[in-house]
């Protein structure tokens, strides 16, 4: 148990996927104007995160890793250059499934996360959360644990920015550097603040 | 059709400009930070997305007229993933430390805004000659970008210019020390932020946020 929550720790402050990684700025730096929108993006992606991870973990293990066909009678198959083109069909796939059932089963979640869930796809979070899944060996749970993580640290990174942009209205920022210059900055302070659980070892 | 008239140099040369895809439109900025910390990373990533971003350009300039419109992100996607594996593979190939040190970063080209935005906005609409030079523009765009962080980071982190140092011991001996700040996250962060204000003034760009 405790190992996992570790992952979940570790993910979340000490390797926050955006503000160590750099993963995901792009919707990070468009979304984040408005506390109630980053909010709406920040649980979509923990949504999505929490089933893409562990749907790529299964795909990769008994699917593409050297020798995962063996289940089928082929042994010295390695199909893992496929990796990513399997991945981002899978995430594509996923983000529509998860649309679809949305819309069906809850409508009033799918007026408020809906209109986020196709940027989430080229989300570069999503992917590199795959893709570091395989690089670290996690079995199916910690995949699992890893992909919730990530997205609570992708949460806490956009929502702590939207806060402090929000705050930014009031002060005089010279004119060429509002908007995204300014952004970089503020991610810049908040993303040193997370340096300070680096010395942290779990 | 003249290759270098001036409507085609415009093409190359805006986007490293007055359009450039990173500072002026704030697309691509994940691979911009990661693999700025050295110059020579730098300049691999760049000539990776140069590579393919015309490549994709041009194959979707050639089938633009082929694709229904309701499928075509899942297309140019493929056409993109397509392309980024064979970048990954030869890169593993002919140059194994660097595609250690580029990992997953390689393979966020994928997902990387500018490719699928220009893909999206020039080459459903433009001839292939057009897209490939649009391709070639933008991809050096996002490279002037990456490399001017990387100079930063590299030159203040490490004290040294592509691999080779600049400062002399003695300047070390009289107490300047490498701020090891600029190799951390931050340092990105900061260095791209003033870049982007930097270009910003230059161009006269402003948010009407």
Redesign the interface.
């Known amino acids: 148990m405790q190992h996992y929550v570790n992952i979940i720790i570790n993910s979340v402050f000490i390797e926050n996927i955006l503000?160590?990684?750099?993963?995901?700025?792009?919707s990070f730096?468009?979304i984040s104007?408005k506390v109630e929108t980053s909010i709406g993006l920040g649980f979509a992606v923990i949504f999505v995160l929490s089933i893409t991870a562990p749907a790529n973990w299964a795909i990769n293990e008994y699917l593409l890793a050297d020798g995962a066909l063996s289940w089928a009678g082929l042994d010295h198959i390695n199909l893992d250059?496929?990796?990513?083109?399997v991945f981002?069909?899978v995430i594509?796939a996923m983000v529509q499934l998860v649309e679809m059932l949305m819309d069906r089963f809850s409508p009033a979640l799918y007026v408020n996360l809906g209109i986020f869930l196709p940027l989430i796809?080229?989300?570069?979070s999503?992917?590199?959360t795959s893709?570091?899944l395989v690089?670290r060996e996690y079995n199916l749970i910690e995949s699992t644990v890893f992909g919730f993580g990530s997205g609570l640290g992708f949460f806490l990174a956009i929502v702590s920015l939207a806060t402090v942009r929000k705050r930014m209205r009031y002060s005089n920022v010279?004119?060429?550097?509002?908007?995204?210059?300014?952004?970089?900055?503020l991610?810049?302070?908040i993303?040193?603040a997370f340096?300070g659980f680096s010395g942290i070892s779990l | 059709m003249n290759l270098f008239s001036s409507k085609n140099k415009k093409i190359v040369k805006d986007p490293l400009m007055g359009e450039n895809p990173i500072s002026i439109h704030v697309l691509g900025i994940c691979s911009a930070l990661a693999i700025t910390t050295k110059i020579d990373t730098a300049v691999v990533m760049t000539i990776a997305v140069v590579g393919v971003l015309s490549i994709s350009n041009v194959v979707i300039s050639l089938l633009r007229n082929n694709i229904p419109n309701k499928v075509r992100i899942i297309i140019q996607m493929s056409v993109v993933a397509s392309l980024v594996i064979i970048t990954d593979q030869v890169l593993k190939a002919y140059m194994y430390d660097m595609s250690k040190l580029l990992g997953v970063f390689l393979a966020l080209i994928i997902t990387n805004c500018i490719v699928l935005g220009r893909a999206e906005a020039f080459a459903m609409q433009n001839s292939p000659s057009k897209a490939l030079l649009d391709g070639m523009g933008n991809g050096l765009g996002y490279g002037a970008i990456l490399i001017a962080v990387a100079f930063f980071r590299e030159l203040f982190g490490f004290g040294s210019i592509y691999g080779a140092q600049v400062f002399s011991d003695q300047i070390y001996m009289g107490g300047y020390e490498n701020n090891g700040l600029m190799i951390l996250s931050p340092g990105a962060f900061f260095i791209l932020g003033l870049i982007v204000w930097a270009h910003r003034a230059y161009t006269n760009v402003i948010d009407k946020d």
């Open positions: 503000l160590i990684y750099f993963l995901g700025m792009c730096l468009s104007k250059f496929l990796q990513f083109i981002i069909s594509a796809t080229v989300n570069c999503i992917l590199g893709l570091f690089e010279p004119p060429t550097l509002r908007g995204v210059g300014m952004a970089m900055l991610t810049g302070l993303s040193m340096l």
